[in-house]
């Protein structure tokens, strides 16, 4: 017998990045803040990390929302093994985009789907792959002083300016790069009764 899926959605992230991406599937859904430490830990890869902070941002929110589906999901940029944070400042973005400048990045994209009511979690790392152009540092300036994603790992944003300073990009979920993969959490949602479209 199948069981009944919660009829509300919670996604664990005050993103507006995110937020916008889900609001793509047209159900409703709400947002609240999961307010953990995203700090990596010792000799953990990427994927390891990225998926662990998605499911700690579902969990840090299961018992306040008991009957929903709480989505967390989590991005690590890397390049050369070291991962790369939301860079936070002007300087530390200048940094990064200089670091990154004609170089292939790895984005892992991490999505966990968690039924607060049966604890049941349904998790993924999406992989993409984005190829920097051999940009000047002007271009850096001129990009970072017009978009300022100093909130975004990899300080660049695909859905907007930050394409400019783009080559090339492979992936299988091109949702993903922005931080929410909706191929698989469709496919999720409707492992827990969720009609779509």
């Known amino acids: 017998m199948q069981k009944q899926a919660p009829c509300h959605l ?12 889900l609001s793509r599937l047209g ?10 430490d995203e700090t990596p830990l010792d ?12 499911q700690a941002k579902a ?19 890397l390049l050369d093994g070291v991962q790369l944070g939301k860079p936070g400042t002007h300087e530390r973005a200048v940094q990064q985009l200089q ?23 349904q998790t993924v790392v999406d992989i993409t792959r984005v190829t ?3 940009y000047t540092d002007a271009e850096i300036e001129r990009y970072l002083n017009l978009e300022k994603p100093y909130d975004c790992a990899g300080s660049a944003k695909t859905e907007g300016l930050g394409i400019t300073l ?7 979920d091109p949702t993903a790069i ?20």
């Open 178 to 197: 922005i931080g929410l993969p909706l191929i698989e959490l469709v496919t999720m949602l409707k492992n827990e009764g969720i009609p779509l479209p």
């Open 59 to 77: 969990n840090a929110l299961a018992n306040r929302f008991p009957q929903h589906l709480v989505i967390g999901s989590d991005q690590v940029a």
């Open 132 to 134: 920097m152009r051999d």
């Open 99 to 121: 670091q990154m400048r004609g170089r292939t990045i790895e984005f892992h994209t991490a999505l966990c789907l968690l039924n607060a009511a049966t604890d049941h979690a």
């Open 10 to 21: 919670l996604l664990a992230s005050s993103s507006p990045y995110r937020k916008e991406l």
């Open 166 to 172: 783009i080559a090339a990009i492979e992936n299988r």
């Open 43 to 54: 000799d953990e890869t990427a994927a390891q990390t990225s998926l662990r902070l998605a």
């Open 27 to 36: 159900i409703p859904f709400e947002t609240a803040s999961p307010d953990i």
